[in-house]
T-cell receptor
Framework: QQQVKQSPQSLIVQKGGISIINCAYE??????FPWYQQFPGKGPALLIA?????SEKKEGRFTISFNKSAKQFSLHIMDSQPGDSATYFC??????????FGKGTMLLVSP | DAGVTQSPTHLIKTRGQHVTLRCSPI?????VSWYQQVLGQGPQFIFQ???????GRGNFPDRFSARQFPNYSSELNVNALLLGDSALYLC???????????????FGNGTRLTVT
């Protein structure tokens, strides 16, 4: 069964700190790993994505780290800001299959 | 350019009724996918359409159906509504089939369906 397991369920980080969210997958055929950010009352918005031939991708304060052998990938948010407070979802897919999402992490960045 | 638009934004229905949700993709996008997001969970795949043909179906009962029109807009229909159908229904579009690095999914803000 295609599953993506996400942790932690919720996270509180102080302003300026580093937020780290982890995901693990089972299907080794997955070849696309995006992260989505969702604010209350809004749909998920694509934040950053990585392919398995790359171990790390950075876009501004957001970095994906990818460990193919461990079948794990993580999102790091550097210098976390109150405006980053949202729910974050990892996801995975292969080929043109549909996205399988994790259950989400509710991030709260305290001022 | 406008993003993915969904209507209505909110809907309240009674058990046993039928509901139709609508989605307009981003201009130039030919694929539409539907997802159900229950409160506190990640989105779950329902249907994917490309060029008006169904290209994928998730693990949902036959009460759920969808179609895509020649202008690439889409409808999701749910018959015989159950309390458990209460959720945020998300539509996503992409240029070709979505869900890949070169064809990411872009989501709308969803329709919040409440079944009483």
């Amino acid at each position: 069964q295609q599953q993506v397991k996400q942790s932690p369920q919720s996270l509180i980080v102080q302003k300026g700190g580093i937020s780290i969210i982890n995901c693990a997958y089972e299907n080794t055929a997955f070849d696309y790993f995006p992260w989505y950010q969702q604010f209350p009352g809004k749909g998920p918005a694509l934040l950053i994505a990585i392919r398995p031939d790359v171990s790390e991708k950075k876009e501004g304060r957001f970095t994906i780290s990818f460990n193919k052998s461990a079948k794990q990938f993580s999102l790091h948010i550097m210098d976390s800001q109150p405006g980053d407070s949202a729910t974050y979802f990892c996801a995975a897919s292969w080929g043109y299959s549909t996205l399988t999402f994790g259950k989400g992490t509710m991030l709260l960045v305290s001022p | 350019d406008a993003g993915v638009t969904q209507s209505p934004t909110h809907l309240i229905k009674t058990r046993g009724q039928h509901v139709t949700l609508r989605c307009s993709p981003i201009s130039g996008h030919k694929s539409v996918s539907w997802y159900q997001q229950v409160l506190g969970q990640g989105p779950q795949f329902i249907f994917q359409y490309y060029e008006k043909e169904e290209r994928g179906r998730g693990n949902f009962p036959d009460r759920f159906s969808a179609r895509q029109f020649p202008n690439y807009s889409s409808e999701l229909n749910v018959n015989a509504l159950l309390l458990g159908d209460s959720a945020l229904y998300l539509c996503a579009s992409s240029r070709p089939l979505g869900g890949s690095y070169n064809s990411p999914l872009h989501f709308g803000n969803g329709t919040r369906l409440t079944v009483t």
